[in-house]
């Protein structure tokens, strides 16, 4: 390939285009990968997954001292303190230690890192930094980036009208944080702050929170998150800001139309979802229009309409979450390399690291329903709850369910739902089960460790054939 630079060119070091980049130059491509920031690994290393789980971790250790949960199982810690440099300066190490960690596999792969955005010049060049670069293919990992709010303006630096990043670097923790959207981030973050105490109203414009996931697993957490100390104002909608000094007064109303209030705020996070990110890359030059919602569609290979151009992770149609992000990056380096690359889109998990985490693969049980429905068939549901698990009693962790639901016919599993504490890490079995086609039966029929919480999957599909033991 003497006629271009590289084989493949990466625009983008996130986990889609950092695992891209690597993938490819594994498989003996000559690769590159184009980043303007000035670390690699994306929103996820730098400003997603990673500081908000150091955040998350320390938050969490701080409220189990703090509340007594040590102390009920006989930790005396005396008084408990703060430290919050010291939990950001831990942060800050993750992030370094995990985007240094990327730089490392690149030069071990001998990826070549471009460091500068990239403007497409023609469908096989970019510009990077000034300097042009030609690929035989270009994969746009360029990501996502905030979905701002109208009226209501982020200043990350003042630290009172936040955005996640905003809301991932305070300085102090807020009397009165108020998060508009009740989704993940709101979830998550929210959750940060309350625990190192905030006192943390969520704003939500639809009827319940976590948007997308099963409908009793959204009531649940909202009794949850309530029972925790979160106020949340369900169908109500912010329509403006104003700060004072160090002070934010939001205007709310019903979502539905109506009498307007105001709520005042010493912080404020804006976390109403993410967009794709196209800004500066010129896909006007060669002729790439991004969809209705700012996507970039691709067929099933990852493949754009424009001949050596492809595309993945948040930027294109999907959930946008890192391990997707991954996945494809994987199966586009395969694709370009000649192999057949797959990403299952039917069976991404998808968790919140709040406590209890909330987990979901496959369909919710609504979802599930109405495709029954149209094809004139039916589904089971099987339900266990974690306080009838032994582990999860041992534990003190009594909140949340199981909830398998399977095709009645077939008893192929459709969809697995969880609220437990280790929500998160009880999915992978779940994702496992449906990428292999499992029935319930054949969980039920699985041999789990106990004690565990992962008994809790068994027995909820014991209960889709109405079964369970401890129940
Ligand atoms: P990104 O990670 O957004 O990376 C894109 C990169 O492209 C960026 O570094 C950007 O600088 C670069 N770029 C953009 N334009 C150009 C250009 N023209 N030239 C060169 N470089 C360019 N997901 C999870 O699965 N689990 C989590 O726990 C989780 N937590 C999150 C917490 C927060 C607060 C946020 C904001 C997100 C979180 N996510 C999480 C989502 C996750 O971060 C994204 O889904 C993931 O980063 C998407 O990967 P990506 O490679 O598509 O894009
Ligand atoms: P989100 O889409 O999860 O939630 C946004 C919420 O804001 C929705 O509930 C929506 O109804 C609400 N909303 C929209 N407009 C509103 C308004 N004007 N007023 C009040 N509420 C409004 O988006 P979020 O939380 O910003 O996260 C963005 C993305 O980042 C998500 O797609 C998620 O997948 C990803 N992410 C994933 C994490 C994980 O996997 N654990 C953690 C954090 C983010």
Redesign the pocket.
């Known amino acids: 390939m003497a006629d271009y630079d590289y084989d493949v060119l990466v625009i983008g070091a996130g986990p889609g285009g950092y695992v891209a980049a690597i993938r490819a130059a594994q498989l003996g491509l000559k690769t590159a990968c184009a980043e303007g920031r000035e670390t690699l690994g994306g929103t996820c290393l730098n400003v997603?997954?990673i500081p908000?789980k150091a955040l998350l971790h320390g938050s969490e250790l701080f409220e189990e001292a703090h509340d007594g949960t040590l102390a009920k199982f006989g930790v005396k810690t005396g008084k408990v303190e703060l430290d919050l440099p010291v939990l950001q300066g831990e942060k800050a190490l993750a992030v370094k230690e995990l985007t240094q960690g990327v730089e490392f596999l690149f030069k071990k792969n001998k990826v070549d890192w471009l460091k500068g955005y990239a403007k497409f010049t023609g469908p096989h060049a970019v510009e990077v930094a000034g300097k042009p670069v030609t690929a035989k293919h270009i994969v746009i990992a360029t990501g996502s980036s905030v979905?701002p709010?109208a009226g209501v303006a982020v200043d990350n630096g003042a630290g009172i009208i936040v955005d996640?990043t905003g809301a991932l670097a305070l300085t102090r923790v807020p009397q009165h944080l108020v998060v508009?959207?009740?989704?993940?981030?709101?979830l998550?973050l929210g959750s940060v702050w309350r625990r190192l105490g905030a006192k943390v109203t969520v704003?939500?414009?639809?009827d319940q929170?976590?948007?997308g996931m099963d409908g009793e697993v959204r009531k649940e957490a909202a009794k949850i998150f309530k029972k925790q100390g979160m106020e949340l104002r369900l169908s109500?909608?912010?329509t403006g800001a104003s700060v004072k000094g160090k002070k934010a007064t939001l205007t709310l109303e019903p979502a539905a139309g109506g009498t307007a209030e105001t709520l005042d705020a010493d912080c404020v996070l804006v976390?109403?979802?993410?967009r794709a990110h196209t800004e500066g890359l010129g896909l006007d030059v060669i002729g790439l229009a991004p969809n209705a919602r700012g996507q970039i569609e691709t067929d099933h290979d990852f493949r754009t309409p424009i001949d050596g151009v492809w595309a993945i992770g948040d930027v294109i149609p999907g959930?946008?979450?890192a391990h997707k992000a991954e996945d494809e990056g994987i199966a586009v380096a395969e694709n370009i390399a000649g192999l057949t690359g797959i990403v299952n889109h039917d069976v991404i998990p998808?968790?919140?690291?709040t406590t209890p985490e909330i987990a979901g693969v496959g369909l919710t049980e609504e979802a599930a329903r109405e495709k029954a429905k149209e094809s004139g068939g039916d589904i089971k549901v099987g339900k266990f709850p974690m306080l009838a698990n032994s582990r999860a009693k041992t534990n003190r962790e009594p909140d949340g369910f199981v909830k398998i639901i399977a095709d009645a016919k077939t008893d192929r599993v459709l969809g697995i739902w969880a609220i437990a504490t280790l929500a998160g890490t009880m999915i992978a079995e779940a994702a496992l089960a449906m990428e292999f086609g499992a029935t319930s039966e054949d969980i039920a029929y699985t041999c789990h460790a106990h004690p565990t919480h992962s008994e809790a999957i068994k027995e909820a599909a014991m209960a889709v054939r109405g079964k369970p033991i401890h129940m």
């Open positions: 997603g997954c908000s979905m709010l996640s508009i959207g009740g989704g993940v981030i709101g998550e704003v939500e414009f639809m929170l976590l948007p109500t909608k912010v976390a109403i979802g993410r959930p946008m979450l998808g968790v919140v690291y």
